[in-house]
């Protein structure tokens, strides 16, 4: 039976030429299943991953370095390139580096300040794009690795897992972004933008930001649906817009207590962990703490599900939300709002 432990026989001489139990032969890679997959994904997706050179001024004749730099992730042979808002927002001028060192002047043809996303066309063509996979189907403790260009370092890759999911997470321009992934693969300043990535090389998350360095603690924008719709609408339009209610919400299991108050099997919904001041919910009478659970009949089964059903056809409009309060079922009436604001 074999042991899976490489045992080279001792020479007739004594054993002065045999090698220690568990070596491999002489300039044979030492790599198991892990590092193997690590190897693949880098390789894979490096190529489609970008430094972002950021100017708050016109560059001077004497070519003043960038005041930033963040990463960004190829979407398109043509050009596009998905970064943050908060790496291009004040920017005058942006320009990509590509993993083969080429240069490249680029527009930005959208940024979308609530999702932190923005979309850049490069001056150029043929490039290696990356593919998109979808967060929904993560799971906790599951391998990803992040690629970006952290502090200048171009194309640096770190892996890690998927420590929790349907994070809130307070921007440093003080905005709340609902449902990002938390993860422990190293993520520090020049890595927004750049990508988390499944060991099957998919694009799962798109990095916004770490707390402090060495903390271990990092989040991603997820990947899904909703993203897809508002990069689509950048690219289209350089605006997402979007149905608004007012809060910042988390994921949360209902107890069983609540469950019994619906008349349907449902086992998440979204709780109220902060309102806005004036904003819709707040004028309706929401309060923190509160667990929504449908909006106009649709059940809400977490963030993703919320960010979905505030969609553009419900701006203006006066939806019906259900919610438990403590021990009680409650169904009250919002105005939905436009954001961003008109």
Known sequence: MSTGILVRPLAASGGSDASPIGTQPEGAPILDAYSEAVISVAERLRPAVVNVSVWGRRRSPWEDPPNGNGSGIIIAPDGLVVTNNHVVERARRVDVTFADGEQAETEILGRDAASDLAVLRANARDLPAAEFGDATELRVGQVVLAIGSPYGFHSTVTAGVISALGRSMRTVAGRLIDNVIQTDAAINPGNSGG?????QALVVGINTAAIGPGAGIGFAI????????????????GIYRRAYLGISGRERPLYAREARLLTREQRFGVEVVELEPGGPAAQAGFRPGDLLVALDGEPLTGMAALQGALAPERIDREVAVELVRRDRRLLIAAQLG???AR
Not at 195 to 199: A, R, W
Not at 222 to 236: E, G, H, K, Y
Request: glycine share 0%; proline share 12%; no cysteine.
């Open 195 to 199: 990508p988390l990535v499944t060991s």
């Open 338 to 340: 436009e954001w961003p």
């Open 222 to 237: 997820p990947v899904n649906d909703t993203t897809r719709r508002i990069l689509a609408a950048l690219i289209s339009h």
